[in-house]
T-cell receptor
């Protein structure tokens, strides 16, 4: 079936370096993607989103890149800080169902550890 | 207010107990969701409510019974659960339509003994 997956389960980076977290998706009909950050014991927190008519979107210290040709999504975090340590999930919009609601399908997640 | 509030934060229940998880949002969202998350796994969709009506049930066992009393509240009634149902249960909400972010609550950590 369709799936959203991540290339690396864990990533360790030095404080101050840039982090890149990758995600592959297989549903070519996906048109909306979200990156979530989940800290231990907490719910997923929205970081940034991107629509399929874009290939890049920037936020504060974060950039999401979308390559529809190879169905690849990445999250770049600039000047990584200890507070960035968490599990990062990409999620895709599974399409509308029932009066316009939609389903989010999550990838497996990447654990980011920042070394002080 | 951009919060989704879930209660309780932690719950321990026996296999013969009946309990309920509660979720509340005041963002005017008309779509609300229940997700289940096992340790070191991504959240998995259980139910979707749209305009207070159940629109998606992802083949969830009947021992989980959702309820949406009004546009701000979402409940999950639990009965005769199994130890393997122990997990973090997450509630989320969003505006209707595609391409809008879903806001998540902090979850209820459920342990079935």
């Amino acid at each position: 079936g369709e799936s959203v997956g991540l290339h690396l389960p864990t990533l360790s980076v030095q404080e101050g370096d840039n982090s890149i977290i990758n995600c592959a998706y297989s549903n070519s009909a996906s048109d909306y993607f979200i990156w979530y950050k989940q800290e231990s014991g907490k719910g997923p927190q929205f970081i940034i989103d991107i629509r399929s008519n874009m290939d890049k979107r920037q936020g504060q210290r974060v950039t999401v890149l979308l390559n529809k040709t190879v169905k690849h999504l990445s999250l770049q975090i600039a000047a990584t800080q200890p507070g960035d340590s968490a599990v990062y999930f990409c999620a895709e919009n599974g399409g509308p169902s029932g009066a316009g609601s939609y389903q989010l399908t999550f990838g497996k997640g990447t654990k980011l550890s920042v070394i002080p | 207010d951009t919060e989704v509030t879930q209660t309780p934060k932690h719950l321990v229940m026996g296999m013969t107990n009946k309990k309920s998880l509660k979720c509340e949002q005041h963002m005017g969202h008309r779509a609300m969701y229940w997700y289940k998350q096992k340790a070191k796994k991504p959240p998995e969709l259980m139910f979707v409510y749209s305009y207070e009506k159940l629109s998606i049930n992802e083949s969830v066992p009947s021992r989980f019974s959702p309820e949406c009393p009004n546009s701000s509240l979402l409940n999950l009634h639990l009965h005769a659960l199994q130890p393997e149902d122990s997990a973090l249960y997450l509630c989320a909400s969003s505006h209707q339509g595609m391409n809008t972010e879903a806001f998540f609550g902090q979850g209820t950590r459920l342990t079935v003994v």
